[in-house]
């Protein structure tokens, strides 16, 4: 049976590297809360507030974000591995590297959020808005990018083996020649040098 904390007050606290498994938060309020090297593994996230809370090298694995506001918060090198978000307000957000494999978005906006670097490996970002999102060099290989908005977003140097662009919203996206190839092979072009 879950662990549950309900309505608790932890504005501005330093949790440091806490350890948490299978708890239920719910309408908790972390705003300014510090982590690093945190744990929360198998925890489930209720209406909960990040507002400008600061996290470095935690790790939320095979977590449930729920209505959760993480608004000006810093994920600096966290791991969200298995982590799903669903109706998060997740911008502004300042992320710094970090590991995502694995992690659903959903329909999220991430609009304008510097990505870059990332490992979001096999997320599911279907349907989510990344427009004017940049994510140079991460590593979306075998993500879900159905119906996805990139509109002016910045691909180059992402790695995208097995990503499927064909039905992703591209206006303006912006590739490098590896990208671009993709880009056409999926368009039914054959790319040939020389």
């Not at 996230?45 to 809370?53: I, L």
């Not at 791991?79 to 307000?89: I, R």
């Not at 096999?122 to 994510?135: F, I, K, Q, R, V």
């Not at 140097?157 to 919203?169: F, K, M, P, Y």
Request: glycine fraction near 10%; aromatic fraction near 6%.
């Amino acid at each position: 049976m879950s662990e549950e904390v309900r309505g608790r007050d932890w504005y501005g606290e330093d949790l440091g590297a806490v350890v948490h498994s299978d708890v239920v938060f719910t309408d908790v309020d972390l705003s300014e809360v510090i982590t690093k090297g945190a744990t929360f593994e198998r925890c489930v996230f209720h209406n909960c507030r990040f507002n400008a809370s600061t996290h470095v090298a935690t790790a939320f694995v095979s977590c449930d974000f729920r209505r959760c506001n993480f608004f000006d918060a810093i994920l600096d090198g966290c791991k969200l591995t298995g982590s799903e978000f669903s109706e998060c307000t997740l911008r502004p957000i300042a992320v710094r590297g970090g590991q995502w494999r694995g992690v659903s978005m959903r329909r999220a906006t991430l609009t304008r959020l510097e990505l870059d670097g990332v490992d979001l490996r096999e997320a599911d970002l279907s349907m989510s808005d990344l427009s004017g999102t940049s994510l140079r060099g991460a590593n979306l290989g075998g993500a879900t990018l159905r119906e996805t908005n990139l509109a002016e977003a910045d691909l180059r140097g992402a790695l995208l083996d097995g990503v499927d662009l064909s039905t992703a919203r591209l206006r303006r996206t912006r590739l490098d020649l590896v990208g671009a190839v993709l880009l056409a092979e999926v368009h039914g072009a054959v790319v040939e040098a020389g």
